[in-house]
């Protein structure tokens, strides 16, 4: 059983659906039990068209579920005949489908979080770390996102912002290394911007360039992380930085300044560093003060106080993170690192150890602990 394939097709047979009439709720429902048809049956025989065939037992399963619905008799008459079995349409219908979630009947919030879980195949505990809310909250809101779009028709999509904000948080989910989703949102992203002028558009594609041309460095042979400091950027896609820098600068030059354009703005200052100590960490800090005026976003804050620990020594770092909520995810990391970089080692492994404890996945935890068990050695106990 293909599970790649079949995650790479549903959501072209869930915008099939949804242009055939269902509303979204039902044909998500529909294609979730053509999934687990296709799990069950195809080891033994494979279809031909995989597509064909996961839209024709989806449409079958919606129009089960329309008849056995007494509210919804009036569909039921509307529906002649079910359609013959035949190829789907060769469409990516991926882009249109994170549009048509975005839809005006939801907040904004609870637009990307359906559209996160229905269309990006996020977990509901990912996108809980995304949004830094418990997960028994997110599923809550996903629940009312789906009980809101329940039989409204698609015909009033969403705005672009929205969709942005899908498209970046399915990128740093599959950059993280979690779910491989970023050259997903790249290839989207990149559909999105040959269709709208919009300079943000632009802004996130320079973003996402940026990041991923730093991916092959991230990581060590073993699979542990690399910090940017130490990464070796002989390694990194030059073409890649090339191609996001100038898109950023295309896109500054236009005056309309949005936060992707500021977040790429300082991944072009650290691509530009040949090495660490020649970043220029004085205009990073003036990119995250612009960044913080346009989100007051407290992970951005957090990062800049890693900014300002660089620019102006750990101590002012620590002033600036003492002014953050302490239970912000990551808090206990940065203070670890700039304690380490004040020469507090004790302080340091201690809040190193603390850190790894709360880490939000397996990488960053060993990692956490490494550097811990480094500084132990060094005679931090």
Known sequence: MNEVLLRSLTPSVLGILVRRGADFAAAEDAVQ?????????????????????????????????????????????????EPAPRPAPAVDDTLQLYFLCAHPSLTPSSAVALTLRAVGGLTTRQIAQAYLVPEATMAQRISRAKRTVSGVRFDQPGDVA???????????????????????????????????????????????????????????????LVPLAEQDRGRWDTESIAEGVEILQAALARDRLGEFQAQAAIAALHADARTAEETDWVQIVEWYDELARLTDSPVVRLNRAVAVGEADGPRAGLAALAALDDTLPRHTAVAAYLHERDGDLTTAAQLYTEAAQRAPNLAERDHLTRQAARLNARGGR
Do not use: C
């Not at 069950?40 to 056995?68: E, N």
């Not at 993280?176 to 911007?193: H, M, W």
């Open 33 to 81: 039990d053509a999934l687990v048809e296709a799990v069950r049956v195809w080891s033994a025989d494979p279809p031909r068209d995989p597509k064909g065939w996961l839209v024709t037992v989806a449409w079958r399963r919606f129009l089960d579920a329309t008849r056995a619905d007494a509210a919804r008799r009036r569909r039921e008459d509307r529906v002649d005949e």
């Open 162 to 224: 929205t969709v942005l904000r899908v498209l970046y948080l399915v990128f740093n989910e599959g950059y993280s290394g979690d779910v491989d989703l970023a050259a997903e949102a790249i290839r989207l992203t990149r559909q999105l911007a040959a269709a709208i002028d919009h300079p943000e558009v632009a802004g996130l594609l320079a973003l996402m360039l940026l990041h991923h041309a730093r991916r092959a460095a991230r990581t060590a042979p073993d699979g542990s």
